[in-house]
């Protein structure tokens, strides 16, 4: 399968491998596993961003805790059925990984770029600080009639303008994968804590059909 393919969903991740590897489903004898990465930002905080790895690409009996690594990929969703209720996840597929020495630095720690359709109405808000904020839920095609469910959060500017989006409408976003944990009520007075991961996104552009 070309490249060609992958051009609408592109991930560059490099960061510190901070799990041991968690097995989470096979495809035809080929076991696939989740190992999340911490990923430094500007602002002296990370992210923990899970991937999705075949047990092809890399020993997982091995432990990489520690261990610098750099991965292409995309960015997937799929729903897991929790009770009655469907739960979206998210992973970055891997489709190269590498092995670092500790002091490398790469020229893209956390980057995306997504060409997708709007299958939402994008919500617009503004922070108690004013911060003006949009959530966009972004449908990215993949091959064989599946898509990937990705939610973006545009800010300033872009909030503004991703307000006016309507459903179906087509962009491109640039930016980097994001985690955020949050307090899920699941009883009276009963809250588990969460994570969530969403593409923060610092340039976006809508597409005119022809």
């Known amino acids: 399968m070309t490249d ?3 051009d609408n969903n592109q991930v560059n991740i490099a960061g510190e491998v901070v799990s041991g590897f968690t097995f989470s489903h096979d495809v035809f004898g080929e076991g696939f596993y989740i190992l999340e990465v911490s990923v430094d930002r500007l602002s ?8 999705m790895i075949s047990e092809r690409l890399i020993d997982v009996k091995e432990d990489y805790k520690g261990k610098y690594i750099e991965v292409t990929g995309q960015f997937r969703s799929y729903n897991r059925h929790e009770g009655n209720k469907n739960r979206l996840v998210l992973s970055v597929f891997v489709r190269e990984i590498k ?3 500790e002091d490398y630095v790469s020229s893209k720690p956390n980057s995306i770029f997504l060409d997708g359709y709007i299958c939402k ?3 617009y808000r503004k ?3 004013g911060r003006e904020i949009a959530d966009i839920l972004l449908a990215v095609n993949r091959p064989y009639g ?3 469910y990705i939610p973006c959060i ?9 307000e006016k989006f309507t459903v179906g409408g087509h962009i491109q976003v640039w930016g980097r994968i994001q985690s955020r944990e949050y307090q899920k009520k699941i009883a009276e007075n009963e809250f588990e804590k969460r994570v969530a991961y969403e593409v923060s996104v610092s340039k976006l552009e ?3 059909e022809e």
């Not at 002296?44 to 899970?50: G, L, W």
């Not at 300033?156 to 303008?161: I, L, Q, Y």
């Open 44 to 51: 002296n905080s990370y992210d923990i961003i899970p991937l």
């Open 146 to 148: 599946k898509s990937d």
């Open 206 to 208: 809508y597409i005119e």
């Open 4 to 6: 060609k393919v992958f």
């Open 99 to 101: 092995i670092l020495e």
């Open 121 to 123: 109405a994008p919500v």
């Open 154 to 162: 545009c800010w300033g500017r872009n909030a503004r303008f991703a």
């Open 127 to 129: 922070t108690p600080l």
